[in-house]
């Protein structure tokens, strides 16, 4: 079975700070996608990338970051971070292709509260 | 631009009751359709597919048919169980686009009652 690890269950940090989520997923897939969730809004994508080194926006970027160094490993960034930014956040990877073909593997997420 | 809509929630029924939740979709080209589901303190995962009108998507006593007419994707099972208590979600994306064009619904609560 795929795996998809995030760090943190948990995290709290205070307005300002800079925080990293980090994500790594066991199965060598190429792409890899980091979402928040908030209660009405479902998902909404906030970075992914087809490749190391490589990264995309998605629709909501502003105040975020990515960084993609090696295949398995995905973090998101928070240069500041802000309490708007409170939200349980999601990684996933899936196999290049169709979304049809290559469903999306999700980790348990990480709930950040930031105050 | 393509959407998806679910019916809110929360959803609570007794185990064994019929279980229906609504998805509607505005999509401008064929898309294919998910149902996702989120169990408590997990991550999604997909639950089933149908990737054309009339298709049936299945999986664990779950079932969806893909309504063109309706621009419709409800979810049903016919006896919940306990277990099946989550949250899901409905998503759409574009036939043979890449999996970032995935679109998620606001998802539905279900909580089953014993």
């Known amino acids: 079975d795929v795996k998809v690890t995030q760090s943190s269950r948990y995290l709290v940090k205070r307005t300002g700070e800079k925080v990293f989520l980090e994500c790594v997923q066991d199965?060598?897939?190429?792409?890899m996608f980091w979402y928040r969730q908030d209660p009405g809004l479902g998902l909404r994508l906030i970075y992914f990338?087809?490749?190391?080194?490589?990264?995309e926006k998605g629709d909501i970027p502003e105040g975020y970051s990515v960084s993609r160094e090696k295949k398995e490993r995905f973090s998101l960034i928070l240069e500041s971070a802000s309490t708007n930014q409170t939200s349980m956040y999601l990684c996933?990877?899936?196999?290049?292709?169709?979304?049809?073909?290559?469903?999306?593997?999700f980790g348990n997420g990480t709930r950040l509260t930031v105050t | 631009g393509d959407s998806v809509t679910q019916m809110e929630g929360p959803v609570t029924l007794s185990e064994e009751a019929f279980l229906t939740i609504n998805c509607t979709y505005t999509?401008?080209?064929?898309?294919?359709l998910f149902w996702y589901v989120q169990y408590p303190g997990e991550g999604l995962q997909l639950l089933l597919k149908?990737?054309?009108?009339?298709d049936k998507g299945s999986n664990k006593g779950f079932e969806a048919t893909y309504r063109k007419e309706t621009t419709s994707f409800h979810l049903e099972k016919g006896s919940v169980q306990v277990s099946d208590s989550a949250v899901y979600f409905c998503?759409?994306?574009?036939?043979?686009?890449?999996?970032?064009?995935?679109?998620f619904g606001s998802g539905t609560r279900l909580s089953i009652r014993p």
């Open positions: 998503a759409l994306s574009d036939r043979d686009s890449s999996a970032s064009k995935i679109i």
């Open positions: 199965m060598d897939h190429e792409n």
């Open positions: 999509a401008t080209g064929y898309p294919s």
């Open positions: 996933a990877s899936s196999f290049p292709g169709s979304s049809y073909n290559s469903p999306l593997h």
């Open positions: 990338s087809y490749d190391v080194k490589m990264k």
């Open positions: 149908a990737t054309k009108a009339d």
